[in-house]
């Protein structure tokens, strides 16, 4: 199944990273901890490693590039997997699941957990 890498948020004031440089481009062989990219911020220097073995199967920005932090950096899967196959997994995954009790939009007040309903 294919793997999202979002480009992780480093510190609470930092809203983008320069990708500095891509080791593993589309197509690439990939293992559990090789080096995926590198990117900087306007005080340090990281690298992001692959959470899984895979493949590259695609990659949305270039060296270069000023990424805002949270956004999908890379997809890590399977030869001749696609993110539109990964998407296609996880909305029949969710809609074979059954709901379990009331869900958050329906409670009332008086239903939410820690409040107690006035008797007047």
């Known amino acids: 199944m294919a793997v999202i890498i979002v480009l992780p948020k480093q510190g609470q004031s ?64 399977e030869p001749g997997e696609s993110e539109e196959q990964r998407i296609k997994n996880k909305e029949q995954r969710l809609e074979s699941e059954e709901p379990r009790g009331k869900s958050q939009e329906s409670r009332t007040k008086s239903q939410e957990p820690g409040r107690v309903k006035n008797k007047e």
């Open 14 to 77: 930092v809203e983008s990273c320069i990708i500095t440089e891509i080791k593993k481009k589309k197509g690439d062989t990939v293992r559990k901890g090789d080096v995926l990219f590198t990117y900087e911020t306007d005080k340090a220097s990281f690298e992001e490693e692959s959470p899984a073995d895979g493949v590259v199967l695609e990659c949305f920005y270039n060296e270069g590039d000023e990424v805002p932090v949270l956004m999908n950096m890379m997809v890590i899967g």
